[in-house]
């Protein structure tokens, strides 16, 4: 066995946990949210109206985690913002 293989860490990945984090509940009644398996950091962005996506906590039987604050590293935000930067500049 390589030596390096010894060094490494133990994986936290559980795939039996699964986590939930709010970015945005809309006035139109969507709630915006990431959803993860096993690791809160790889995640994929869904929307679902509010009863659907309390229906969808209870099913998953989630972990709910702060809600997302500004500048927490969404790059999809950061990228927005830099576009409408770029927009206003040229304006």
Same mark, same amino acid.
């Given at each position: 066995?390589?030596?390096?293989?010894?060094? !490494?860490?133990?994986?936290?990945?559980? #795939?039996? !946990?699964?986590?939930?984090?709010?970015?945005?509940? !809309?006035?139109?009644?969507?709630?915006?949210?990431?959803?993860?398996? =096993?690791?809160?950091? *790889?995640?994929?962005?869904?929307?679902l109206p509010e009863a659907a996506f309390h229906?969808?906590?209870?099913?998953?039987?989630?972990?709910?985690?702060?809600?997302?604050?500004? =500048?927490?590293?969404?790059?999809?935000?950061? *990228?927005? #913002?830099?576009?409408?930067k770029e927009i206003e500049d040229s304006v």
């Amino acid at each position: 066995m390589d030596q390096q293989e010894n060094n !490494r860490p133990e994986s936290t990945f559980d #795939a039996t !946990r699964r986590y939930v984090r709010v970015c945005e509940q !809309r006035p139109d009644g969507f709630i915006e949210f990431e959803f993860a398996i =096993g690791d809160p950091a *790889l995640c994929v962005q869904l929307m679902l109206p509010e009863a659907a996506f309390h229906e969808f906590c209870l099913t998953n039987e989630v972990i709910v985690l702060e809600p997302a604050t500004p =500048g927490q590293g969404d790059w999809v935000a950061r *990228l927005n #913002a830099a576009s409408l930067k770029e927009i206003e500049d040229s304006v």
